[in-house]
Structures are given as structure tokens and as C-alpha cells.
């Protein structure tokens, strides 16, 4: 027979249908919960049972302190932006004062990115069919590449190798290889960073 109590009101009983024995813990589970609904209050929980021929009892208890806090928002970054009549953002300032702004080129294709106030600058440059040609971050240069199906193939340092479909299944870079798995529809399932797909081969070289 199992009991809890809490803040010493009425006992919650249920009978436990394993076999219980000294030094042998059981799970058990009350199928009747307890209300911890109080804010700031601290329960006391006390839970028993009582084993047939034990000769004393007082040991099979615990108690225990529950505290019900209350859950404190936090705020980690906050944003506020502008948009444009044709709904692309022109602007976003973040709490600790930086102000990013955003201008299009006639096709509405992203043409620069402005910070303030750190005056940093990225620009953009596009192919005929859309696609970005370039990226220039602070006068660092970026070129990205297609290939005959207008699949992205590099972006600056990274490398990357599509399949049939048109579908990513690789990306590297200064800090590795990516792959990415697909499933019959051509949607993304899994991907292995690279310091995963490190770990994965060093357990298979180790098991060889």
C-alpha cells in the first residue's frame, strides 16, 4: 500500500501491485496527481508505504519540499522593423541601438544592407535570371556560381554539390563538409554538420 500526503492533509492511497522488499526500489506511479497551483508556495510532500511484516514502518517514508515558481519572461533580443509598400523590410533597429537598413533594386532584389552605427556595408549583385552573383561584405568579395540548371554550386569559400533534383547534398567549407539527406519527395530529413560526420567516422574507423 503506497500514500502521499501534502502539507499534511488527507492521504492520497493506492494499493502497489509489484512485490515490494527491503533494499529492492520499485517505480510506482499515483494514478490520482497533486495540485501545486499555488504561486510562491512551498509544499510539503510526504510519501509512504507500508510493507506486510515490517517491523518498522517509519523508515519507509521521504519527504520532500516542493516550491511552485513562477516562470519570469525573459527577453533575449528584441527587434522593431519598417516595411515598404510592397511588404520588403527597409529597416530593423535591435535594442542595443543598431540600425540595419535595407535597399532594392527595380526587381526587388536586395541591393545593400547598411549598419549603424558601425558603418558596415554589404552589397549585392545578380544574375539575369535572379540569382545572386555576388556578395561584397566590407570590401571582402564573395562570387557565387551556377551550374547549367541555375543550381547553386559556390558561394565564396563554400562548395557545393547538388543531386539529380536539384537538391543540396553537400556543402563545403573552411570548417568542413555538410551533407544532406533527403527523402522520396525531394524534402530534407537529416544533415550532418561536420563535426558530427567527424565523430561518426572516427567510431567506424575505430570498429573497423
Not at 65 to 87: K, L, R, W
Not at 125 to 147: E, F, H, M, Q, W
Not at 186 to 194: A, G, Q, Y
Request: a negative charge; charged letters at 15%; aromatic letters at 12%.
Amino acid at each position: 500500500m503506497a500514500r502521499y500526503t501534502i502539507d499534511g492533509g488527507p492521504p492520497v492511497i493506492q494499493n502497489v501491485i509489484q512485490p515490494l522488499f527491503p533494499g529492492n526500489p520499485v517505480p510506482f506511479t499515483f494514478s490520482q496527481t497533486a495540485d501545486f497551483s499555488i504561486p510562491g508556495h512551498t509544499y510539503q510532500l510526504l510519501a509512504c508505504v507500508t510493507v506486510a511484516g515490517d517491523q518498522y514502518p517509519p523508515n519507509n517514508c521521504i519527504m520532500a519540499n516542493i516550491i511552485h515558481e513562477m516562470a519570469v519572461p525573459t527577453v533575449y533580443q528584441s527587434f522593431s522593423y519598417q516595411y515598404d509598400a510592397g511588404g520588403y523590410k527597409i529597416s530593423e533597429e535591435h535594442e542595443d541601438g543598431t540600425m540595419i537598413s535595407f535597399a532594392y533594386s527595380p526587381r526587388n532584389e536586395l541591393i545593400t544592407e547598411s549598419f549603424s552605427p558601425s558603418g558596415d556595408l554589404n552589397e549585392y549583385t545578380y544574375t539575369p535570371t535572379g540569382k545572386r552573383a555576388s556578395k561584397i561584405d566590407n570590401g571582402n568579395l564573395s562570387v557565387y556560381s551556377y551550374n547549367e540548371d541555375d543550381v547553386l554550386i559556390s558561394a565564396g569559400d563554400a562548395i557545393f554539390i547538388p543531386d539529380n533534383n536539384g537538391n543540396r547534398i553537400t556543402k563545403t567549407d573552411l570548417s568542413g563538409t555538410t551533407q544532406y539527406i533527403y527523402g522520396y519527395r525531394n524534402e530534407l530529413n537529416k544533415s550532418f554538420c561536420p563535426i558530427l560526420l567527424r565523430i561518426i567516422m572516427n567510431i567506424q574507423s575505430q570498429e573497423d
